[in-house]
């Protein structure tokens, strides 16, 4: 042992004796020399797996919101244009809506064509005066 662990180990005895915790100044040397034993043995390659892996988590919350921030930036800029948009619509004087009539079309009413007793219908230009009444060479 160094003597810095000499003076740690009786400086903590004493400190045991003056508090009551131990009855003998025997009991205090063993207690303090077990406890400064077992804090020589904790490793320090385990505070410092700990702290990598600290780091890392923080390395990928700062990667998440980086994208997150990315993202909202996104977003942002495309409400802003879709709120020009409807500024600019609602600039614009609104122009009627062409009116949609809604008038009933009546059916044309045919008139039921004569049959002559053959069968046959004739109509004006079918059958022409001069043919009806010839009368020679013209």
Do not use: C, H, W
Request: cysteine-free; proline content about 4%; overall charge neutral.
């Amino acid at each position: 042992m160094a003597v810095a662990d000499i003076q740690k180990i009786n400086s903590l005895a004493q400190e045991m004796l003056r508090n009551n915790i131990v009855a003998t100044s025997e009991e205090a040397f063993a207690k303090a020399e077990s406890i400064l034993n077992k804090t020589a043995d904790v490793k320090p390659l385990e505070e410092n797996e700990t702290i990598i892996q600290l780091q890392k988590n923080i390395r990928s919350l700062q990667f998440a919101l980086n994208d997150a921030i990315k993202e909202l930036a996104e977003t942002k800029k495309k409400m802003e244009g879709l709120s020009y948009d409807i500024k600019e619509l609602q600039k614009r004087p609104k122009a009627p809506a062409p009116e949609v009539q809604t008038t009933i079309s009546e059916p044309v009413k045919e008139e039921p064509k004569k049959q002559t007793i053959k069968g046959q219908t004739f109509s004006q230009e079918d059958v022409s005066i001069e043919k009806v009444f010839y009368s020679g060479k013209k």
